[in-house]
T-cell receptor, first 114, second 113 residues
Framework: GESVGLHLPTLSVQEGDNSIINCAYS??????FIWYKQESGKGPQFIID?????DKRQGQRVTVLLNKTVKHLSLQIAATQPGDSAVYFC?????????????FGDGTTLTVKP | EAQVTQNPRYLITVTGKKLTVTCSQN?????MSWYRQDPGLGLRQIYY???????DKGDVPEGYKVSRKEKRNFPLILESPSPNQTSLYFC????????????FGQGTRLTVV
């Protein structure tokens, strides 16, 4: 079968390397997914989103991949910088009778070593 | 400046004493939501509102109330706080439920003793 990345609670990378953060979502009815970054002492901050009719979306230095078959999301950060150190959460938004409900993943703490 | 403002930022209260955490946004957003964040449990949705006078339960609504009488305000009410409601609370808003550019407040750290 197809392999997918495991969700890791922590990830440590060298400055300049690429980072990949994984997230498994639970609800097949979810059709909209978001990645957030949370720095210490602050609220979550939007990074990038993707709708379920897409497989990939790119932003500035970030790419989100969506695999609906195995209900998996990943966030790729290119040329990771010390300012990228934070906790990263994926969130899934639901449709239908649960429209408006939003569920967050457990989060991955990214540490960037200089 | 576009922002979501929560008050207070920090609060220590006693069990059973009613309190309200206010949330206000200046972006004319339709969708607003409350979350609590606990170590090891991530962010969990308490209540959300798709528009004025429309509110719905999230995953952990017990012990909380909300109201949405005006578009900009979405207060969170704890009628009888208990120690298990000690947490970090975040309010968020976005244009709509399917617009992911959600803006979060700075958070309210609540301690119930």
């Amino acid at each position: 079968g197809e392999s997918v990345g495991l969700h890791l609670p922590t990830l440590s990378v060298q400055e300049g390397d690429n980072s990949i953060i994984n997230c498994a979502y639970s609800n097949s009815a979810s059709d909209y997914f978001i990645w957030y970054k949370q720095e210490s002492g602050k609220g979550p901050q939007f990074i990038i989103d993707i709708r379920s009719n897409m497989d990939k979306r790119q932003g500035q230095r970030v790419t989100v991949l969506l695999n609906k078959t195995v209900k998996h999301l990943s966030l790729q950060i290119a040329a990771t910088q010390p300012g990228d150190s934070a906790v990263y959460f994926c969130a899934e938004n639901m449709v239908g009778t649960n429209a408006g409900k939003s569920t967050f993943g457990d989060g991955t703490t990214l540490t960037v070593k200089p | 400046e576009a922002q979501v403002t929560q008050n207070p930022r920090y609060l220590i209260t006693v069990t059973g004493k009613k309190l309200t955490v206010t949330c206000s946004q200046n972006m004319n957003h339709e969708y607003m939501s409350w979350y609590r964040q606990d170590p090891g449990l991530g962010l969990r949705q308490i209540y959300y509102s798709m528009n004025v006078e429309v509110t719905d339960k999230g995953d952990v609504p017990e012990g909380y109330k909300v109201s949405r009488k005006e578009k900009r305000n979405f207060p969170l009410i704890l009628e009888s706080p208990s120690p298990n409601q000690t947490s970090l609370y975040f309010c968020a808003s976005s244009l709509g439920m399917r617009d992911g550019k959600a803006f979060f407040g700075q958070g309210t750290r609540l301690t119930v003793v």
